[in-house]
């Protein structure tokens, strides 16, 4: 799979852009540059959309949608398509990732870019086999790491990534288990559906 960062400035040099988007976990906000997404901000204390058939699960660019760039559209585009459409977003096209982390060969780059190209969308992955497809079986600890780690939640899917009991385990430093609980019931009720 290629990489998916974009070499052309130093991140801790970009003059980064934010959008803000309203869905269904609460506020997001996507920050990036041209060459790429930085990060992807969920609210911690954000209540989730109910779970009713009514409920709607729209998501939809609230603030700074003027100063957009290409690749924090582009993200935009797959958060919308995850909670509305979710069917679609194996065939979108992926933002370029522009945060340090992904600027270097690192452990913890190599288990975020594993966990964004093995585990699809309804799937779920314990940290021990994330270590172990990342290439190293005893870097169960490491791969927590990397998952708090994470600066693109949600695209890079580290909700999915749970304790070898089949507990969800932590999110977001356990400040964010409700979200995560949410993001997983919304993947397994849609590939159910489909």
Request: hydrophobic fraction near 35%; include cysteine.
């Amino acid at each position: 799979m290629p990489e998916r960062s974009v070499q052309m400035k130093n991140p801790s040099q970009c003059e980064l852009t934010r959008v803000t988007l309203r869905s269904p976990l609460g506020q997001i906000q996507v920050s990036g540059c041209e060459s790429g997404v930085h990060y992807i901000q969920l609210q911690e204390d954000g209540a989730p959309a109910e779970r009713t058939e009514a409920a709607s699960y729209a998501c939809c660019v609230c603030e700074g949608q003027e100063e957009t760039t290409a690749q924090l559209r582009r993200c935009t585009d797959w958060l919308r398509a995850y909670f509305c459409e979710p069917w679609t977003i194996e065939t979108l096209p992926l933002p370029a990732f522009h945060h340090p982390v992904f600027q270097k060969a690192t452990f913890t780059s190599r288990v975020l870019q594993t966990l964004l190209r093995d585990v699809k969308f309804g799937e779920t992955v314990s940290y021990k086999h994330l270590a172990e497809m990342a290439g190293n079986s005893r870097a169960v600890r490491a791969v927590g790491g990397a998952m708090r780690r994470n600066p693109i939640p949600l695209v890079i899917p580290c909700h999915r990534v749970i304790s070898a009991s089949g507990q969800s385990g932590n999110y977001m430093g356990g400040k964010g288990n409700h979200l995560k609980e949410w993001l997983l019931t919304h993947e397994q009720q849609n590939v159910l559906t489909r």
